[in-house]
């Protein structure tokens, strides 16, 4: 090993200086790589709940982070390390919501309950699974054998994580994890690596405590919707104003704004350079999800003067919507219609509720249609029967007729009211034109 002098110690390292705010090139000066470095982790803060082996692990993580700047190789430590503090925060949650109790069932045996006082659970577990033993989730049993895949397993079914797409980045992070804890090769992570593994822990352990996070890459927050109008014309041009825009005393368009008809939803707004930003507001239809995040019908469709006079009247509010976990219903009748809330599929008349249906859970309305669409290819390896779908980020809930499909739904959300709103589709509209 090479003896290092002091000095040489603290001098920054030339590749962690290439990194800038601007991407790689050029060389940024040590104050101020270490400066946008801490930056990067240093509003992925823990909720208050956290347990305190974990909020001590990851708080150590972004101490030492900052370091990279003076050892490339700190970057590669953090991000390894973060994989295994991922299953640290699986097991303290695990201790605090057993509350000191674990129960196990076997085929034709009673129910056998543990005490345990700390993560010994995976010693008994091992034993028990050899006599086909599950352990007792609320009203539902799992497999789980006390390692990271049975953590994992057992914080989904007891609600503690959600969203259909963190599922797939879940599986990856602990196939990662699984190659840090048994290595077989080198590997060096950068520090935009470093810093997305941190962020991704601070993310997963503050969900696991039931803290979303706003605008998260994976338990995101729900979404704030506002009062839009939604107008369109004979030529198929569409736009989106805030309600504001008609109830302002200078909102007058002008003759040629008779020509357009106006509807008024809760929609999550367009601006540009959001993550969460809803890019097909314009595919607006009041019988299919074919907008990216939910969009609720007020009223509608009709002239503007009308619709400033509702607004006036009415003056509804913005609210927040959670786009996680969605149950959509697709029919295949002919061809595969888009995807409609259950809701609205309850309230369709008899003539409408012909052909196959599938129930699907899925976060965006998008993810439901293409397993559906995908699934008939056997070779594309999608899930058919109930379970998650090893091929895309949906869960498949239920299928057949209408009312098998409908039932499959209601298992999932509880008892949906049928509602039966008006027709309006906007022309722009990409999917398939409506029965």
Not at 214 to 243: C, F, K, Q
Not at 332 to 341: N, V
Not at 407 to 428: C, D, F, K, N, Y
Request: net charge negative; proline share 7%.
């Amino acid at each position: 090993m090479e003896i290092r002098r002091l000095a040489d110690l603290r001098a920054a390292d030339d590749l962690s200086l290439a990194f800038s705010p601007y991407g790689l090139g050029g060389r940024m000066r040590p104050e101020d790589a270490a400066e946008f470095q801490q930056r990067q982790i240093a509003d992925c803060d823990l909720t208050a709940g956290v347990a305190a082996g974990t909020r001590d692990s990851f708080e150590r993580l972004r101490t030492v982070f900052a370091y990279g700047v003076l050892c490339y190789d700190v970057y590669t430590m953090v991000g390894d390390h973060a994989l295994l503090i991922y299953e640290q925060a699986l097991r303290d949650r695990f201790m605090e919501w057993c509350a000191g109790t674990v129960t196990f069932r076997a085929p034709q045996t009673p129910d056998v309950s543990y005490t345990v006082t700390s993560y010994d659970v995976k010693r008994r577990a091992d034993r028990l699974m050899r006599r086909r033993a599950k352990l007792v989730v609320g009203t539902h049993v799992i497999e789980f054998n006390g390692m990271l895949h049975g953590l994992r397993l057992r914080a989904r079914t007891a609600g503690l994580l959600r969203g259909r797409r963190s599922r797939a980045v879940e599986e990856a992070l602990a196939k990662l994890r699984n190659h840090v804890a048994h290595p077989s090769g080198h590997h060096v992570d950068t520090p935009v690596d470093a810093a997305r593994r941190v962020r991704d822990l601070a993310e997963l352990s503050n969900q696991l405590w039931g803290q979303a996070t706003p605008d998260g890459r994976l338990y995101p927050a729900p979404l704030h919707r506002e009062i839009a109008v939604l107008s369109w014309n004979s030529s198929g041009r569409t736009r989106m104003e805030p309600a504001g825009a008609l109830t302002a005393p200078d909102s007058t368009k002008g003759q040629e704004d008779d020509e357009y008809q106006h509807v008024v939803v809760r929609a999550v707004p367009f601006l540009p350079g959001s993550r969460w930003n809803d890019a097909h507001w314009a595919e607006f239809d009041t019988h299919y999800e074919t907008t990216q995040f939910p969009t609720g019908y007020l009223w509608g469709p009709g002239p503007r003067e009308a619709a400033r006079t509702w607004l006036e009247h009415e003056r509804p509010e913005g609210d927040s919507v959670d786009f996680t976990d969605r149950v959509f219903l697709v029919q295949d009748h002919e061809r595969l219609l888009p995807p409609m809330r259950p809701a609205v599929a309850a309230g369709l008349p008899d003539n409408e509720r012909v052909g196959i249906w599938h129930a699907v859970r899925a976060d965006f309305s998008t993810d439901a249609f293409v397993h559906v669409r995908d699934s008939g290819d056997r070779s594309a390896g999608h899930a058919r029967q109930p379970g998650d779908c090893p091929a895309c980020s949906a869960e498949v809930l239920g299928s057949g007729s209408h009312d098998e499909a409908l039932r499959a739904a209601a298992a999932a959300l509880g008892p949906i009211l049928a509602v039966q709103p008006p027709s309006v589709r906007l022309p722009s509209a990409l999917w398939p034109e409506r029965p």
